[in-house]
C-alpha cells in the first residue's frame, strides 16, 4: 500500500462516505487514478464502492477497528513482517493489527500462516499465501475459533512464531485480554514455547483486564509505536522483552 492509498484510506475512515472527485482533489490526482485506486482497495477488502463514492467498511467490529489509525497499525504490520523469513510457518492470532500483519507477509513473503481467524483467512482468500484456519467453536463477533477443540489442534501444528494481540499490560500484572475464550486460546499457544511477539498500539499499556496472558517471560519481543512510555519499556526489557517501537507520525 503507497502513501497515496493510505491518504484516502484515512480521509474514507474518517468520514465514511467520500466522493471520487473529493479523493481526487486531496491527492492532486486524476479521477480516473482515484477510480484505479479504489479498485484496488476495494479487491483487498479495505473498503467499498458506490457510484462516485468511496464508502468506510462497517460489516463488523473488525472492520472498524482495522481502519482505526490505520497508518500506524500498516508500520507495525511492516515492522513485524520484516522479522519473517521466506520459508516459515507463522501462527497469527487475531485483531485488526495481525489482521494487516497477514495481508503484509501474503503480498511479500513466501510463508504459510496458521490463524485461529476467520476474518484473517477471508481477508487472504485472493493470496496465493497458504493458510491454515484451525478448527473450534466460533465466536461470531471476533470471527475467531475459541474452546476445547482450538486447543487441541494448536496442539497438533507446528509453527516458529506467533504473533498476539493484548488489551492490557501492568509491571505487577503482565499482559492481559478482555475475552475469556480468546485468552484461553493464547494461552495455549505460548505453552507450546515458541517464539512469541506481541504487536499492539502503545494505548494498551497501562490497562488491565480480568483474563491473563501467560506469564510475562512467555514472550520475546513487544512490537509498538512511539507513545510507549520510558517507565513501561523499562520495565519490560527488564523483564528479558525486547522493545521494537515505529514512529506513530
Known amino acids: 500500500m503507497n502513501a497515496r492509498h493510505q491518504n484516502i484510506m484515512q480521509h474514507v475512515n474518517l468520514k465514511r462516505r467520500v466522493s471520487v472527485s473529493e479523493l481526487s482533489q486531496l491527492c492532486g490526482v486524476s479521477e480516473v487514478t482515484i477510480r484505479q485506486d479504489l479498485t484496488l482497495l476495494e479487491q483487498r477488502s479495505y473498503l467499498k464502492r458506490a457510484h462516485g463514492f468511496a ?17 500506524l497499525k500498516q508500520k507495525l504490520a511492516q515492522f513485524a513482517a520484516s522479522l519473517v523469513e521466506d520459508g516459515e510457518t507463522i501462527f497469527i492470532e487475531s485483531g485488526s493489527s495481525n489482521a494487516l500483519l497477514a495481508r503484509y507477509l501474503a503480498e511479500h513473503k513466501k510463508v504459510t500462516l496458521i490463524t485461529v481467524s476467520s476474518y484473517i483467512a477471508h481477508l487472504l482468500k485472493e493470496s496465493e499465501c497458504e493458510v491454515i ?33 493484548i488489551d492490557g499490560y501492568l509491571p505487577e500484572n503482565g499482559f492481559t485480554g478482555r475475552d475469556m475464550m480468546r485468552a484461553d486460546v493464547v ?12 504487536i499492539t498500539d502503545s494505548s494498551k499499556f497501562g490497562k488491565i483486564n480480568s483474563n491473563p496472558l501467560g506469564t510475562v517471560n512467555a514472550f520475546s519481543r513487544v512490537i509498538t509505536d512511539d507513545g510507549l512510555t520510558q517507565d513501561f519499556a523499562d520495565s519490560l526489557v527488564q523483564q528479558g522483552i525486547t522493545v521494537n517501537t515505529v514512529a506513530e507520525g
Open 133 to 165: 484456519l484451525l478448527g473450534g467453536m466460533y465466536q461470531k463477533k471476533s470471527e475467531t475459533m475459541v474452546g476445547p477443540l482450538t486447543r487441541m489442534c494448536i496442539q497438533q501444528v507446528n509453527f516458529s512464531k506467533a504473533f498476539i494481540g
Open 187 to 198: 494461552n495455549a499457544v505460548l505453552a507450546k514455547g515458541m517464539e512469541n511477539i506481541i
Open 55 to 71: 464508502l468506510a467498511i462497517e460489516s463488523d467490529d473488525l472492520d472498524t477497528r482495522m481502519m482505526s489509525n490505520f497508518a
